[in-house]
């Protein structure tokens, strides 16, 4: 099970596997 950032979802990109999530600390990961 891998480690996922809390947080909301800026946008997810579906077709390359990969997307931002909107940080409480404000950083995009």
């Known amino acids: 099970m891998n ?6 979802v800026k946008w997810y990109d579906v077709e390359k596997g990969f997307g931002f999530l909107s940080q409480e600390e404000g950083e995009d990961v």
């Open 3 to 8: 480690a996922v950032p809390t947080g909301k």
